[in-house]
């Protein structure tokens, strides 16, 4: 049975590092305030468009969690994330959107209960 996803208000990053590959510039910003006040930690690479794949390779390294939304970053982006994170064993959740809804879904889904 899956736990029911914690509401909004009840999200706890609890310093945990979320890295978010992928998505829209200018959403990016909003994405580092919402992390932030939910008392996480927030670093973004863009998929490979300007950054390189190594740095990727490192930020994953550090991360507690990936989100990357799957019609904003290349296939081989998302590829490459999901074997680095089986690697590092690290939680990563394809979003479906890039709305508020599916990013605090998402977020709930890597957050430590209170």
Known sequence: MTAS??????????????????????????????????????????????????????QLERADAVLFPVGCVSHQAQSKVKSLCRRFDKPFRPLRSTGIGAITEALASVARPQ
């Open 5 to 58: 996803p914690l509401p909004p208000s009840e999200i706890d990053l609890s310093g945990r590092l979320i890295l978010y590959v992928g998505g829209r510039h200018q959403h990016v910003a909003h994405l580092r305030r919402i992390i932030e006040e939910k008392g996480g930690a927030f670093v973004h690479h863009d998929g490979g468009v300007e950054q390189s794949m190594t740095k990727l390779s490192n």
